[in-house]
């Protein structure tokens, strides 16, 4: 059974950065493609990266030049570091496992985690 914990969300400040974190569990974390999604409010959630089980990585174009994907397999855990954090940046960010779609389209939804909320606020 999949089970993702994210963390590291919270109140932060325009410009300031933040490290997300998903802890997982529950299946075999070094084979699995990790994706990251975010949903702003009041809109539907959007793609945001994807990383292999080598760690090759993918993003949306919206998310490549202030986002960064990275995992520790030996953790069982995958990280989204935000750079110069924006107010529309303010969204709840979910992990999930792969479930053999392509790199770019949302897993099945029990794959993914409950998330954690990052606002960005002055």
């Known amino acids: 059974q999949v089970h993702l914990v994210e963390s590291g969300g919270g109140l932060a400040q325009p410009g300031g950065s933040l490290r997300l974190s998903c802890a997982a569990s529950?299946?075999?974390?070094?084979?699995?493609?990790m994706v990251w999604i975010r949903q702003s409010p009041g809109k539907g959630p959007e793609w945001v990266a994807t990383?292999?089980?080598?760690?090759?990585?993918w993003y949306a174009d919206s998310f490549k030049s202030r986002f960064t994907i990275s995992r520790d397999n030996a953790e069982s855990t995958t990280y989204l570091r935000i750079d110069d954090l924006q107010l529309a940046d303010t969204a709840l960010y979910f992990c999930?496992?792969?479930?053999?779609?392509?790199?770019?389209?949302?897993?099945?939804?029990?794959?993914w985690g409950q998330g954690t909320q990052v606002t960005v606020s002055s």
């Open positions: 529950g299946f075999t974390f070094s084979s699995a493609y």
């Open positions: 999930a496992r792969g479930d053999g779609g392509l790199y770019f389209q949302l897993p099945r939804r029990d794959y």
């Open positions: 990383i292999s089980p080598s760690s090759y990585k």
